[in-house]
């Protein structure tokens, strides 16, 4: 018997995500403000605005949508962001976020999934029922407990962090990637910020 999977929270808050970009984005226009800064919004309002600003090596989006920065390490940030930002694709762009900012946040549903999964994969019948019934006192919300948790059961926590990206960081990676699906290639003045 096939089981449909049940969507993660890291899947389902990527795609809300997407989807309040899609709805909020699509009156936005862009407008070049000088090289290297380009900003976004509905003409006429300054809601959901925001501002992609490029610069050697670095690269922000900063408005009324929320802050975020890449830091490639690469001469033109620009040349970078157009081969890497794609709405369902996070891991390497996430790899180089700035850690001055804010991204991730520690999350009581993924520590339940991540504890879910744990008791699913035990294989001892023994085990497994202590660990239902460890997790059944164990209060999510509180990650010290979920750690408390995962420590009493699991030698290894790699992978088992119970962290998520913000619905923030998230939402302003998605303008990221709208701006870049949306800035012409065939404008002038992109080309020329593209080859410099």
Same mark, same amino acid.
């Given at each position: 018997?096939?089981?449909?999977?049940?969507?993660?929270?890291?899947?389902?808050?990527?795609?809300?995500?997407?989807?309040?970009?899609?709805?909020?984005?699509?009156?936005?226009?862009?407008?070049?403000?000088?090289?290297?800064?380009?900003?976004?919004?509905?003409?006429?309002?300054? @809601?959901?605005?925001?501002?992609?600003?490029?610069?050697?090596?670095?690269?922000?989006?900063?408005?009324?949508?929320?802050?975020?920065?890449?830091?490639?390490?690469?001469?033109?940030?620009?040349?970078?962001?157009?081969?890497?930002?794609?709405?369902?694709?996070?891991?390497?762009?996430?790899?180089?976020?700035?850690?001055? @900012?804010?991204?991730?946040?520690?999350?009581? $549903?993924?520590?339940?999934?991540?504890?879910?999964?744990?008791?699913?994969?035990?294989?001892?019948?023994?085990?497994?029922?202590?660990?239902?019934?460890?997790?059944?006192?164990?209060?999510?919300?509180?990650?010290?407990?979920?750690?408390?948790?995962?420590?009493?059961?699991?030698?290894?926590?790699?992978?088992?962090?119970?962290?998520?990206?913000?619905?923030?960081?998230?939402?302003?990676?998605?303008?990221?990637?709208?701006?870049?699906?949306?800035?012409?290639?065939?404008?002038?003045?992109?080309?020329? $910020?593209?080859?410099?």
């Amino acid at each position: 018997m096939n089981r449909v999977q049940e969507e993660s929270f890291a899947a389902k808050r990527l795609r809300q995500a997407q989807e309040y970009a899609r709805k909020d984005f699509e009156t936005h226009t862009i407008t070049r403000v000088r090289f290297g800064v380009w900003r976004c919004a509905t003409p006429g309002t300054l @809601i959901n605005h925001f501002y992609v600003t490029f610069s050697p090596g670095a690269l922000m989006v900063h408005g009324d949508i929320g802050e975020i920065m890449f830091v490639p390490r690469k001469p033109s940030a620009l040349r970078w962001a157009k081969g890497v930002f794609r709405p369902d694709y996070i891991e390497y762009p996430f790899q180089k976020l700035s850690r001055q @900012i804010k991204a991730d946040e520690y999350s009581k $549903e993924v520590a339940c999934e991540n504890a879910e999964y744990l008791i699913g994969e035990e294989e001892d019948p023994k085990i497994k029922a202590e660990m239902k019934e460890v997790w059944d006192f164990t209060d999510p919300e509180n990650s010290s407990d979920y750690y408390e948790f995962i420590g009493q059961f699991c030698d290894d926590y790699d992978g088992l962090a119970a962290r998520a990206w913000t619905f923030r960081t998230l939402l302003v990676y998605q303008a990221l990637c709208w701006f870049m699906q949306h800035v012409s290639s065939k404008d002038e003045r992109f080309k020329e $910020e593209l080859a410099s």
